[in-house]
C-alpha cells in the first residue's frame, strides 16, 4: 500500500546530569540491539550524536533525527531525565512522540548502576502536561530491553495514523442522498485534526466519467477484474463501464490531492448515480479500498477517515459495513448457540451492498443491488460485489463528530463467525462479547450512525491510543464493557 507512511523513529536517549551518563548509552544501545534482533532496523533510527542532558543537546539531537528522516520519536529516559531538555524536545518534533523510560536490571547493580528512570517518567508526564505536549505513553512505559523495544513496535500503528492524518485529503462527491441525515455530520473537526477536505458535486464526476470513454487503459483494467472474479463473474457485460469509473476515480485522485501525500474517498452511489452512470459502484470502490484507498458509501466523510484510519493502523485492507440486522434466532439456534461461547445478543449482521473487497471475502461473485433492483430497472443496478465475509478476528470501530461537534469514537473487538448468511451483499455474522449492551448504551446513546469501519484483525489497544492521541476523551472512547462494569446510562434493575 503506498497510500500510507512508512513510519522512521529516532530513538533519543537523555540523562540527568547528576546520573551517570553510561547507564542512558549501554541502555539505549541494548534496546536498540533488542528492536534490531526482534524486528529488523527499518523502522528505526538510533541517535548517536549525544545523550540529551541540556537544551543544547535536545538542538543537536533534534536537527540529527530530522537530518535522518525520522517523522516520530521515541524519548528513552536510560536514567532519572532532564525533565527541561527531554520535553522541549518532544514540543519542538513535529511528529508523534513517545516516552518510554528503562527499568533497573539486577539487584546486584543497585548503587552506581541504579536509575531511577521509573521516577523519572512522573516528571516527564508533568513537564508534557505544563508545555501542553501530547505524547504517547504505553499502559506501563518503564521496562528492559526487550520490553521498550516492544512498546516501540506498538506505538508504529498509532504514529502511521497520526502522521497520514495530517497529509491526508478527503475528496468527497456529493451531496449526501436525501432521507439520510444520519452520516451528515460537521467537518470542522477535520480541520482541527489536519485533515483537508474537497467536496464535489456528483455532476463533476458524471463529467469526468465520460471524459474517459474510450480511455486506452480500460481493457487492461477489465483483464485485471476479469482475472479477480473468476468464476464469479456473473455481469461480464458491466466490466468495461466499472473500469472507466475506477480510472476516472483514480485520475481523480492523482490530479486533485495537491499537496496532500494521501487520499480517502466519500463516494456517492443512490439514488441518481444507477441511472445517470448505468452501474452502481460497489466494486470498485471494494478494488480501491483493497488497494489502500478507503472509499466510503453514501457520502460518508467521517466513515472514510474511519476506514482511513484502520488501514493505517492494520496496513491492511478494511470495510465500511451497516450494523445491520439481528440474527434470526433459529440461525443463532443451529449454528452458534453450543459451536460458540456467545449470546444471542452478542451477534448481528454486518452488510453492505458488495464494498468489501475479494481478498476478505470466503468466495465473490458480481451481482446487481437487489434493494435498489426492487424499484429500479436491473441491468442499472449490476455492480456489487457480493459473498460472505471470510471468518476471522475483526474490531468495529469509528470516529465521529456530531450536531455538537465534538469527537467522540467507540473500538469493539470481535470476530466473524464462520457461518453461512443465506442473504446477500457483502455481509458477514459478527460476534462482539456484549454487543447487546454496547449497542444500546454506545451505538444508541452516544449517537452514532449505522455505519462503521471494520478491520480485520485485533486492533483495538492501537485505534484506542489513536483516538486518544487525537484528542478524544477517554470517557468518549465507547467500548464493549464486560457485564461487570455497567455503562452509566445502563438501568441497574435490569
Given at each position: 500500500m503506498n497510500n500510507i507512511p512508512e513510519v522512521r523513529v529516532g530513538i533519543v536517549a537523555v540523562s540527568r546530569d547528576c546520573f551517570p551518563e553510561s547507564l542512558s548509552v549501554n541502555r539505549r544501545r541494548a534496546l536498540v540491539e533488542a528492536y534490531v534482533r526482534k524486528y529488523g532496523a527499518d523502522s528505526i533510527y538510533e541517535c548517536p550524536v549525544c545523550i540529551v542532558e541540556s537544551e543544547i543537546h535536545m538542538v543537536q539531537a533534534l536537527c540529527d533525527i530530522k537530518e535522518a528522516g525520522c517523522n516520530a520519536l521515541c524519548v528513552y529516559l536510560g536514567n532519572f531525565g532532564p525533565e527541561i531538555a527531554e520535553t522541549l524536545l518532544a514540543k519542538h518534533f513535529e511528529g508523534p512522540k513517545m516516552f518510554i523510560a528503562a527499568a533497573e536490571e539486577t539487584q546486584e547493580d543497585l548503587l552506581q548502576g541504579r536509575g531511577d528512570a521509573y521516577c523519572g517518567m512522573l516528571n516527564a508526564g508533568y513537564n508534557l502536561k505544563l508545555r501542553n505536549v501530547s505524547a504517547y505513553i504505553p499502559e506501563y512505559p518503564v521496562g528492559d530491553a526487550e520490553e521498550c523495544a516492544d512498546m516501540i513496535c506498538g506505538f508504529l500503528p498509532v504514529a502511521r495514523a497520526l502522521i497520514g492524518l495530517r497529509e491526508l485529503k478527503i475528496i468527497s462527491f456529493g451531496p449526501r442522498p436525501a432521507n439520510f441525515l444520519a452520516c451528515n455530520a460537521p467537518i470542522q473537526q477535520l480541520y482541527n485534526l489536519g485533515v483537508e477536505i474537497e467536496e464535489n458535486s456528483e455532476l463533476d464526476l458524471f463529467e469526468a466519467f465520460y471524459r474517459h470513454e474510450g480511455d486506452a487503459r480500460i481493457p487492461g483494467v477489465v483483464a485485471d477484474m476479469e482475472a479477480e472474479l473468476g468464476a464469479g463473474n456473473k455481469k461480464p457485460g458491466i466490466l468495461a463501464k466499472l473500469a472507466q469509473y475506477e480510472l476516472t476515480l483514480l485520475d481523480w485522485v492523482r490530479d486533485h490531492k495537491g499537496y496532500r501525500k494521501y487520499v480517502a474517498i466519500a463516494g456517492k452511489c443512490w439514488p441518481a448515480f444507477q441511472t445517470q452512470f448505468g452501474f452502481v459502484p460497489c466494486y470498485v470502490n471494494s478494488r480501491l479500498t483493497g488497494s489502500g484507498i478507503p472509499v466510503s458509501c453514501e457520502v460518508d466523510i467521517y466513515g472514510a477517515l474511519s476506514e482511513y484510519i484502520g488501514t493505517c493502523v492494520s496496513q491492511d485492507a478494511v470495510t465500511l459495513l451497516d450494523i445491520n440486522n439481528t440474527v434470526p434466532k433459529d440461525m443463532y439456534a443451529d449454528s452458534i448457540r453450543g459451536n460458540y461461547g456467545y449470546k444471542h445478543t452478542d451477534t448481528f449482521m454486518g452488510f453492505h451492498c458488495g464494498n468489501t473487497c475479494s481478498s476478505r471475502l470466503s468466495g465473490c461473485e458480481m451481482r446487481n443491488q437487489m434493494i435498489m433492483?426492487?424499484?429500479?430497472?436491473?441491468?442499472?443496478?449490476?455492480?456489487?460485489?457480493?459473498?460472505?465475509?471470510?471468518?476471522?478476528?475483526?474490531?468495529?470501530?469509528?470516529?465521529?463528530?456530531?450536531?455538537?461537534?465534538h469527537l467522540r469514537a467507540y473500538v469493539a473487538e470481535g470476530e466473524v463467525l464462520p457461518v453461512a448468511t443465506r442473504s446477500f451483499g457483502s455481509i458477514g455474522v459478527f460476534a462482539i462479547p456484549e454487543m447487546g449492551r454496547f449497542y444500546r448504551h454506545v451505538l444508541i446513546q452516544k449517537n452514532y450512525p449505522h455505519h462503521g469501519a471494520v478491520a480485520f484483525g485485533h486492533h483495538g489497544r492501537a485505534l484506542f491510543e489513536v483516538f486518544r492521541a487525537l484528542g478524544v476523551p477517554a470517557e468518549e472512547i465507547g467500548y464493549n464493557r464486560p457485564a461487570s462494569l455497567p455503562y452509566p446510562t445502563e438501568n441497574p434493575f435490569m
Open positions: 433492483a426492487r424499484s429500479l430497472p436491473a441491468e442499472v443496478t449490476n455492480g456489487t460485489l457480493e459473498g460472505d465475509i471470510a471468518p476471522g478476528d475483526i474490531t468495529f470501530f469509528r470516529l465521529q463528530s456530531a450536531s455538537d461537534n
